[in-house]
């Protein structure tokens, strides 16, 4: 089972841990609480579904975080994280449908369980509980969910669109990225700054090194799935490949214009790849391949990106925190 957010961030400081702990205590059971609030039994029981299945909880962790530069215990900054995570967890739902995903958190996806059809409504069913509850966060927080979700929206657009003709596919692929992931990831400590009544410089700030992380993070996660015989929650290496997704290493890789990388291509043309044979070949062939090293490299440049706006924040427990997400950010890739 994979370790939870706070379990790998492990902060050196005692009263920084002890707080966040208790943040994310209370976070769980509001985060239920809201998502089962309808008088429609299909409704309470699937929207916890993936809620129940657990998750990292990456995203309100990082709205504590982010609160820690203004007055944490300021009581929108509770109501911030459960809406960040409905928001993320409603994406899941979506994903999942788009991607035929089978699985998810080590559970059937929400389509296998209950159908397309109940899983899309049950997302939208949490796209709005997080815009409702949202209404109490004020004018600023309110814009920045609502940008947050609108590219969203785009990433995923974009994703299933794919590069427009001239435009170079890595530079596509990481457009998504900033979009579908990175998007969150940096309203998340946004939130935290703006609800925990932060300056403007310091929100300047969390926004910009999480909108870094985000990529750094899903170009570490990229890796990840190709390098590791077993990733980190469970699941076997190749995912992307069976899902049919091309993510950058296989883009730098399919580029580097020798005999590999033209076989590659070949089998990553034909769509999922799903036989064994197959499956192990192309897995083999990025291994090999220098594109790891350089997809390695862009994440530390992003990595670096998040470090530079963390120094401009106030010296603080949770700055350093902060600062070691963008190691573990990269080193979880190694």
Same mark, same amino acid.
């Given at each position: ?13 005692? @009263?920084?841990? %002890? ?20 008088? +429609? ?9 993936? #809620? ?8 309100? =962790?990082?709205? $504590? ?34 991607? &035929?995903?089978?699985?998810?958190? @080590? ?7 209950? %159908? @397309? ?15 409702? #509850? ?14 947050? $979700? &609108? *590219? ?11 590069? *427009? ?19 969150? #990831? ?24 999480? +909108?870094? =992380? ?29 899902? %049919? =997704? ?12 020798? /005999? ?6 070949? #089998? ?13 070949? /192309?897995?083999?062939?990025?291994? %090999?391949?220098?594109?790891?090293? *350089?997809?390695? +490299? +862009?994440? &530390? *440049? ?33």
């Amino acid at each position: 089972m994979s370790r939870s957010a706070l379990e790998q961030l492990a902060p050196a400081d005692d @009263n920084l841990a %002890g707080g966040l702990k208790e943040a994310m205590t209370s976070f769980e059971a509001h985060l239920r609480e809201v998502a089962v609030d309808s008088s +429609e039994p299909l409704i309470r029981e699937a929207a916890v579904h993936l #809620i129940d299945a657990g998750g990292k909880r990456w995203r309100p =962790l990082l709205v $504590f975080l982010g609160a820690r530069f203004g007055d944490p215990d300021a009581p929108q900054v509770r109501t911030a994280a459960v809406s960040v995570e409905l928001l993320h967890v409603a994406s899941l739902y979506h994903d999942d449908v788009m991607d &035929e995903a089978p699985m998810r958190h @080590n559970v059937p996806s929400a389509h296998v369980r209950y %159908g @397309n059809k109940v899983a899309i409504l049950v997302g939208d069913h949490l796209f709005a509980r997080a815009a409702s #509850i949202s209404i109490d966060l004020g004018d600023e927080a309110r814009r920045a969910q609502s940008l947050a $979700f &609108e *590219r969203l929206v785009r990433g995923q657009v974009r994703e299933a669109e794919g590069p *427009r003709p001239g435009e170079d596919p890595a530079d596509h692929y990481v457009s998504v990225v900033r979009d579908k992931s990175a998007s969150l #990831i940096a309203l998340s400590v946004r939130l935290g700054g703006i609800c925990s009544g932060a300056d403007p410089g310091t929100i300047k700030a969390l926004t910009a090194y999480g +909108e870094a =992380l985000g990529v750094a993070f899903q170009l570490s996660d990229d890796l990840i799935d190709i390098m590791s015989e077993v990733d980190r929650s469970g699941k076997a290496a190749g995912t992307d490949l069976r899902a %049919g =997704l091309t993510t950058l290493p296989m883009l730098y890789a399919v580029g580097e214009g020798d /005999a590999g990388a033209r076989r590659l291509g070949e #089998i990553l043309r034909s769509g999922p790849v799903t036989d064994p044979a197959l499956h192990a070949e /192309a897995l083999d062939l990025l291994r %090999g391949s220098p594109a790891m090293d *350089r997809a390695r +490299e +862009e994440a &530390e *440049r992003y990595a670096a990106e998040a470090r530079a706006a963390v120094a401009a924040l106030p010296d603080s427990p949770a700055r350093d925190a902060l600062d070691s997400l963008c190691d573990l950010a990269v080193r979880r890739a190694a």
